[in-house]
């Protein structure tokens, strides 16, 4: 007799649903996240089960991991993909574990990738990258709008990222309580400064870029670390069968339903990778600012639209384009793109 588990997983705890091959139920229960509890629960079961599902929640890796090791068929449920009957009225943690069971058993479960265990180390140490370039960011807006305020000019942020010369203090010195302004700002600045290219370091020694991933460095605005984070977050580009389901995967795809062209409503615009969204959105940035091709593309977009719009359309030809130089591993032609 076959045997279909779901796992609904909260940070403390999990919901355990077994049902058979003709959906009866026949085992539930509530379990702390503990490895050894929920392998010993397991076990009476372990030679019966033909797959088990697993919500993609924030911490789903040590589950899964845990299960896999054990030679459990594990499956990753896509919750954006997970459709409920509308005229519920009431749900709980019962009823998404059998829920997520159920709809492996039917062969109707929306699946999501399971990223190797052996490579998530360095990418989440590239996305703690771009959080702290994010953060670092959010300290330059800052600095540049004081600077501004109280001296009529703004500084470029390569200049208050120089780690060798202090350009910031001159500017605020005529004020003590701007000074001190300046001196924390250039400081915390600099030390995101050092932690990040700490991590460059550390990651551009321990990973590189492979085929077909080698020729996202032709892309317009996409260096060794930007490619190494979209090599990472993409993983097999062959999971992906069109530039359309990529390109929505990146967050670079408008989110909305029109009916007689008129809006209606949009949909999940979270759903996606936000660290390719970002990836690209970066790549966009110093296209726009380096390369001829794509800074007449963006303002040809300016002159329709407005900045942010300019932007996304930019970075959804990039995005778009990365997906034909991983599926092809052709280089970048600009004069197929910005057209």
């Avoid at 088990?52 to 890796?61: A, D, G, L, Q, R």
């Avoid at 990738?113 to 996305?127: A, F, G, S, T, V």
């Avoid at 339903?257 to 809006?263: A, C, E, L, M, V």
């Amino acid at each position: 007799m076959k045997l279909y588990t779901g796992f609904d997983l909260h940070s403390t705890n999990n919901y355990l649903a077994i049902i058979d091959e003709k959906g009866k139920r026949v085992y539930k229960r509530r379990l702390r996240n503990d490895p050894e509890s929920i392998l010993t629960t397991l076990m009476p079961h372990k030679d019966n089960i033909a797959g088990m599902v697993v919500e993609s929640t924030y911490n789903w890796y040590w589950l899964v991991d845990l299960l896999m090791e054990e030679g459990y068929k594990v499956h990753l449920a896509n919750p954006a993909g997970i459709q409920q009957y509308k005229g519920l009225k009431y749900s709980d943690d019962k009823h998404d574990a059998f829920w997520l069971a159920e709809m492996l058993r039917l062969g109707i479960l929306p699946e999501g990738y399971i990223y190797p265990k052996e490579k998530r180390p360095i990418r989440d140490l590239l996305r703690k990258r771009g959080h702290l370039v994010r953060l670092r960011t959010s300290l330059i807006l800052s600095l540049q709008n004081t600077i501004s305020r109280n001296n009529g000019f703004r500084m470029t942020a390569n200049d208050m990222k120089a780690l060798k010369t202090d350009h910031v203090a001159p500017l605020l010195q005529h004020n003590e309580d701007l000074a001190l302004v300046g001196q924390v700002s250039k400081e915390s600045i600099d030390f995101f400064t050092r932690k990040i290219r700490e991590v460059e370091g550390v990651v551009l020694k321990r990973i590189r870029l492979e085929d077909p991933y080698t020729s996202l460095l032709t892309v317009y605005g996409i260096g060794k670390i930007l490619g190494l984070t979209i090599q990472l977050e993409t993983g097999p580009i062959e999971r992906f069968k069109k530039p359309g389901n990529y390109v929505s995967y990146c967050r670079k795809v408008s989110s909305k339903w029109i009916s007689n062209n008129k809006k209606k409503g949009k949909g999940n615009v979270k759903s996606g990778n936000k660290y390719l969204a970002w990836a690209f959105s970066e790549a966009a940035e110093l296209a726009r600012r380096s390369y001829p091709e794509a800074r007449a593309y963006y303002n040809r977009k300016m002159q329709k639209t407005n900045r942010m719009v300019a932007h996304n359309a930019l970075s959804h030809k990039l995005a778009k384009a990365a997906y034909y130089i991983m599926k092809d591993g052709v280089s970048f032609m600009p004069e197929k793109i910005f057209v």
